[in-house]
């Protein structure tokens, strides 16, 4: 029963089961990858019950490739993918490892950076389409700053949409099939990273030449490492309709971007998450954005890819369970019972405004009447925690 299968659409960054264990502390734990590697990762990955890859230009063909270099490594890839029944749903591009960003991508002040930038990611995006992406995401690691007087931070803004409009019209000229995902992070690489938050992106999509193009990659520990809530900055992508793809993974708050195995830290906003995802119908890839602590050997990075796929489907469990508990759902119902039959007033109408005013409100008897929210946490937790 919590046997992954191509059909929950689990996927790992190309980066992820390859992470050599580096720090900013300490060097290498595991090898640094290398093709040989990542093709006989996709069998494994197949194995263990995965649907995908995504992959960074630069996860598969090095920034140095000639043309000839890159198409061969292409082939030798897409041969080990399709021998694996593996897909690729998402691509991107490396933004943030060259020298060349150091000081930002679309937003660098320096317009001979931005350009190749954009040349970049037109080349990302042709990849992309070979291996039959259907999502494009950036992460702009390096867009921000550390000394703020380096850059007008209005102008950057404008940078930032002046580089999606320009893919946007690339992509529609080009007539490929592939829509952008935004991921936002509040800080690290830099000290403050543009866009900070997945609130921040929804914001700005609305402002770029075509807003229906382009949706969001939340990315749980980016939420979570500012202090703030994974699910409501989830719940607020699903009620804009732009839920276009999901980094899971996990993160103590206050930290370093940990990208942790999901559900290994926050147990209930992973059920939470979990909820959100199966509730709601989102049938895009849930694509596990962690590596395995740099503790593991190759043996242990297995076990880490299967245990994000087990915990979400045991997750997924609980949901179904939650939401087939009788005390629990009458809990939930009360909550929200409609017992003055007041809702049908909400919608503004003239009479529907005169209805309310005339209304009377027993303010006193409302603030006095226990929610049972203790209760409702308790089977929840008794819940997760097997008891229940
Ligand atoms: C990098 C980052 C991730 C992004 C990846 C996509 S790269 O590992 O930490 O959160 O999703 O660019
Ligand atoms: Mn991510
Ligand atoms: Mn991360």
Known sequence: MYTPRPEDKFTFGMWTYSNPGRDPFGDTTRAVPNLEFHCRAAGK??????????LHDNDLVPITATPAERDQIVATYRKALNDAGLKVPMATTNMFSHAVFKDGAFT???????????????????????????????????????VDA????VESVKRYRDAFNFLIGY????????????????????????????????????????????????????????GLSFPHAVAQALDAGKLFHIDLNDQAPGRYDQDLRFASVNY??????????EDNGYSGSK????????????????????????????????????????????????????????????????????????RSFDIEALGAKGRKLELLDQLTGDLLLGVR
Not at 150 to 153: E, I, N, Q, V
Not at 177 to 195: C, M, S, T, V, W
Request: hydrophobic share 45%.
């Open 45 to 54: 990955l197949a194995e263990l019950g995965a649907y995908g890859v995504n």
């Open 108 to 146: 660098a002040a320096d317009p001979t950076v931005r350009a190749y930038a954009l040349r970049k990611a037109m080349e990302g995006i042709d990849l992309g389409m070979e291996l039959d992406a259907k999502i494009y995401v950036f992460w702009g690691g390096r867009e921000g700053t550390e």
């Open 150 to 153: 380096g850059k007008d931070l």
């Open 171 to 226: 992509v529609k000229d080009q007539g490929y099939n592939i829509k952008f995902a935004l991921e936002a992070k509040p800080n690290e690489p830099r000290g403050q990273i543009f866009l900070p938050t997945t609130g921040a992106m929804l914001g700005f999509i609305q402002t770029l030449d075509d807003p229906d193009f382009v949706g969001v990659n939340p990315e749980f520990a980016h939420e979570q490492m500012a």
């Open 268 to 277: 209930k906003d992973a059920f939470t998450l979990v909820k959100l995802l």
């Open 287 to 358: 694509h596990f954005d962690a590596h395995a602590y740099r503790t593991e050997d190759e043996e242990g990075v297995w076990q880490f890819c299967a245990g994000n796929m087990r915990n979400y489907l045991i997750l997924k469990e609980k949901v179904a369970q939650f939401n087939a508990d009788a005390e629990i759902q009458a809990l939930v119902a009360e909550l929200q019972a409609d017992v003055d039959g007041v809702a049908g007033l909400m919608t503004y109408t003239p009479d529907n405004a005169s209805a309310l005013r005339a």
